[in-house]
Structure formats: structure tokens, C-alpha cells
């Protein structure tokens, strides 16, 4: 396969940005800088090829973390509304990647997308626990001690035509401005909005900083997306 469409086809790119990558010298087999995008590159070559000094995946699943943008969709497609499938480059449309997991439409930040079934799986299963921290901006009295005493002490939810519901222990760190940061270690629907609408305030915006010790790359905007390196994959993977 010419190198260039193996790059594109594993995530890296598309064609136009994986040539980018190789006129600038970043790509590599066993040590050697490759620059022609038209290298034919066979499957036992493609373990030994790297980009800045990382293992290339090549055919294997595909993983990548989206800075979600405020006002898309979590879901592939939609007839009415943008979603996040409408960011994937049209060469990794028909890899089946699907979202791990969801965002409102108005919340930002990390998510991942992959089409690894098996880990996605796993990763919403409530057996779960890894971290997920949301920076929250929110409306109403700034919050203080009691409401971190509340959520540290694992709070029941009590909402109107809904079963009370028990949370985990969440950990609130009040920052000024009516901002807060909420590490929770499960996922329910809206979890972070009922919680914070439980003690009497309502968020404003919600941004998710962190999944286990997955977060954006610096200057990664609303809508870019980055293939997750073999060791960010691994920590994923951990204890999931
Ligand atoms: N909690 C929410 O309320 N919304 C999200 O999008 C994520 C967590």
C-alpha cells in the first residue's frame, strides 16, 4: 500500500496533512526518514514505521480524543442537527467509529471516539470508576464547604417524578466566579447538571477537562482531534 493512504487509513491524518507529515521528515521506517508519500509499504514493514519518534497502529483499532465543540450532537449523523461524526475526515468515515460515551450539545471538551467495541464497552460500563473531571460555570450563590461536604459524602438525588437516586463520592474544588471543578467517578445522565441543580444553582457552561488521565493536547481547538498514542491507549485500557 503507498504509505501515504496507510497513514490516512490508521487515523493519522488526511492525505493532504499525512503528506505534510512526510515532506516534513516526521514519518520513519526502522530509523530512516521516509519523504514520498507514494512509498509502498508492506505489512510487515508497517510495525517498524514511526512518526516523531512514536510507533505507528496501522490496520489496528482506531482512538482519538475530540476537543467537542459546543452545539454538536453526540452521535455519527443527524438529519437536523450538527454532530460530532460531521468532524471525522472523510477517509475514517467508514471505519465505524462511534463516541464512548456522551456529551450534552452544549458541553465541551474531552471525548473519546473509537471503534474498539470492546473498550468503549467497558469504559461505560458502571463498573467504571476512573476519573472524569468537568470544569462547570454555574449560576446562583457561590457554592461553599456544604456543598463539597454533600457531594464528597456520596448525596442521593431527590427529583421531582424520579426514584431518589445514590451518587459515588464526587470531589467539588470551588474556584472564584462562580466556576467549580467536579471530579465524578461514574456517569449518569446529566449527572453534573442534577447535582449542581440539587443544591439550588443551575449550570452555565460545562466543559469536560479529563478522562482518567486522558486530556486535550495545548491549543487543541473545539473540533480538532488527535490519534491517542500506544501509551495513552494502555492507560486507557488499565484496570477498565
Ligand atoms: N454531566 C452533564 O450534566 N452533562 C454532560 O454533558 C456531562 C456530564
Not at 503528506?19 to 521516509?34: D, P, S, T
Not at 472524569?132 to 459524602?153: H, P
Not at 449518569?188 to 442534577?194: A, F, L
Amino acid at each position: 500500500m503507498r504509505l501515504d493512504k496507510l497513514l490516512a487509513n490508521s487515523g493519522y491524518g488526511t492525505r493532504t496533512e499525512v503528506k505534510e507529515m512526510l515532506r516534513q521528515g516526521r514519518v520513519c521506517l526502522r530509523g530512516e526518514v521516509i519523504r514520498d508519500p507514494g512509498f509502498s509499504i508492506s505489512e510487515e514493514q508497517a510495525p517498524d514505521l514511526t512518526l516523531d519518534g512514536q510507533n505507528i497502529r496501522a490496520g489496528q483499532y482506531l482512538y482519538f480524543c475530540l476537543n467537542k465543540p459546543d452545539g454538536y450532537l453526540t452521535a455519527m449523523t443527524d438529519d437536523r442537527l450538527p454532530c460530532v461524526g460531521d468532524l471525522l475526515p472523510s477517509n475514517l468515515k467508514t471505519k465505524k467509529i462511534s463516541p464512548v460515551g456522551r456529551l450534552d450539545f452544549h458541553t465541551t471538551g474531552v471525548l473519546l471516539l473509537t471503534n474498539d467495541g470492546e473498550l468503549s464497552h467497558r469504559l461505560t460500563s458502571p463498573k467504571w470508576h476512573r476519573e472524569k473531571a468537568y470544569l462547570v460555570t454555574y449560576s446562583g450563590d457561590e457554592l461553599t464547604e456544604k456543598e463539597k461536604v454533600l457531594f464528597a459524602s456520596g448525596m442521593t438525588l431527590h427529583e421531582k417524578d424520579h426514584a431518589p437516586e445514590k451518587l459515588k463520592p464526587a470531589e467539588l474544588q470551588i474556584l472564584p466566579d462562580h466556576t467549580c471543578r467536579l471530579i465524578l467517578t461514574e456517569g449518569k445522565t446529566h449527572q453534573v447538571k442534577r447535582m449542581i441543580a440539587s443544591t439550588g444553582r443551575s449550570v452555565e457552561t460545562l466543559h469536560r477537562e479529563r478522562i482518567g488521565t486522558l486530556t486535550l493536547k495545548d491549543g487543541q481547538q473545539p473540533g480538532e482531534m488527535y490519534a491517542l498514542s500506544d501509551e495513552e491507549i494502555r492507560l486507557l485500557k488499565e484496570d477498565s
